[in-house]
Each structure stands twice: as structure tokens, then as C-alpha cells.
């Protein structure tokens, strides 16, 4: 295999989770929907601000990465959602399907042989595709390890 498709693959397996941290799937799996809009106490966040928040960075940087028309989200208050539980019975899981095509997206662009990882996104100021994708792979990471942290304090 090429160093360039490994590279690929790593990154997509950074993406999926299950090395890690648990991949987003389990992380967001039987949440009880009475819990997924409590703050535990001295918490900063519930799980729905935490699934909320995911979505909106990753689909910031899925179309900061494929699009030089593409407006970011004020920061920080455009990465949150408004309300501290999902606003509706089908929020949580639209937002669940969201993002996993978000995801799924942003994968395809790494598997795109045409996409150089290491050149400068062109509307940037220095980001690569691979800077993006780690960048979006942390930041999921982590805060599936917060999910995963609330999921045992609320035994949700």
C-alpha cells in the first residue's frame, strides 16, 4: 500500500473511533431522552449540547475544507445550540444523522485521490485537508470522551 492511501486510511480510522475512543455511534447510543438535556451538577454541558456542538464544527470544517464560499459560524456562540435539550422529539436523531453524513462526507473528500492532504486550502490562511481532518478528529474525540463521561455520571 502507498504511504499516501495508508495516510488515508489512518485518517479515516480516526474518524470512524474504535482505536482511541469509542467510535461516535456507541458514544450517542441508548441515551434515555428524559437525559439527554440535563447538565449533571457542576457540569457544563448535556449531551444534546455536546451532539449539537459536534455537528456544527464538523460541518464547519467539511465546508471551510470543500468550499471558498462557505461562512463559519460566529465564535463561540454559532458552535452551540440555543437550547440545553433538544429542542424537539426528532432533534436528537436528525442531528445523529446529520452528522454521521457530515462525516461520511468529509471521508470521501480524504479518500478522493484528486484532493492533495498536504497543499494549502486555497481560501485559508495555511489550513491543509490534513491539518482538517486531524483537527476534526481530535475535536471529536474528545468530546466523545465528555459523552462517554456523562453517559456513566447520568447512568443514562
Do not use: C
Not at 18 to 24: A, K, Q
Amino acid at each position: 500500500m502507498s504511504p499516501d492511501r495508508s495516510l488515508r486510511n489512518h485518517l479515516v480510522a480516526m474518524l470512524e473511533g474504535g482505536h482511541s475512543h469509542d467510535p461516535f455511534e456507541k458514544a450517542l447510543s441508548d441515551w434515555k431522552p428524559e437525559m439527554r438535556g440535563v447538565r449533571p451538577a457542576g457540569g457544563n454541558h448535556s449531551p444534546w449540547e455536546l451532539l449539537e456542538h459536534m455537528r456544527i464544527a464538523q460541518w464547519d470544517i467539511l465546508e471551510f475544507s470543500r468550499s471558498a464560499r462557505h461562512v463559519s459560524p460566529k465564535w463561540p456562540d454559532g458552535y452551540w445550540p440555543e437550547t440545553i435539550e433538544p429542542p424537539s422529539e426528532d432533534a436528537w436523531d436528525e442531528s445523529i444523522e446529520w452528522y454521521a453524513g457530515d462525516r461520511q462526507l468529509m471521508i470521501d473528500l480524504i479518500l478522493d485521490p484528486k484532493v492533495d492532504l498536504h497543499a494549502r486550502i486555497p481560501h485559508g490562511d495555511g489550513q491543509t485537508v490534513l491539518r482538517e481532518a486531524i483537527t476534526l478528529a481530535t475535536h471529536n474525540s474528545y468530546h466523545i470522551g465528555q459523552l462517554m463521561t456523562l453517559k456513566r455520571i447520568l447512568d443514562a
